[in-house]
């Protein structure tokens, strides 16, 4: 009688199988995190994805207009297909500083991928945060103080 109970012996692998299917399922399905725009490190996700979208004057609208900016909203490498995620945020009163990871696609013949941090530094001015200092894609423009 007791043999009636017992489950056929794929039954357990199967289960096995079937939440680990759920499980990457779930995790695919998850977009990247959305930060509030109202702070440092969702204003740099929007300046990102500006970027990413080919949208240079939006782009250039985070930066601060009394930091140091490059002298062309278009940037020195192009639109970058890139993706970023968060390293840490350092935030005291009216300024922050955010660290980001990105990858970028490589412009290497052979392909392959570029990882690297880049460090946005930010103001808040008028309820707003702006990038006071952007580098990253702008690697060959100087950047010139202005008045």
């Known amino acids: ?17 079937a939440l680990v299917i759920a499980l990457v399922t779930i995790g695919l399905a998850r977009g990247p995190a959305a930060f ?7 204003t740099v996700q929007l300046y990102i994805d500006a970027l990413v979208e080919g949208e240079f004057e939006n782009a250039a609208s985070f930066w601060a207009g009394d930091g140091c900016v490059p002298d062309s909203a278009i940037p020195t490498t192009g ?17 922050a500083t955010v660290v980001v990871r990105l990858t970028e696609n490589s412009s290497d013949a052979l392909g392959g991928l570029i990882e690297f941090e880049e460090w ?23 950047c010139e103080e202005s008045a």
């Open 120 to 142: 946005f530094t930010l103001v808040k001015q008028d309820d707003r945060w702006l990038i006071r200092q952007p580098s990253w894609p702008y690697y060959d423009v100087i």
């Open 36 to 42: 509030d725009p109202d702070t440092p490190e969702g």
């Open 79 to 95: 639109a970058p297909d890139v993706s970023a995620s968060l390293v840490s945020v350092d935030s005291s009163g009216s300024s």
């Open 1 to 17: 009688m007791e043999e009636d109970r017992k489950f056929p012996s794929w039954v357990l692998p199967a289960a096995g199988v």
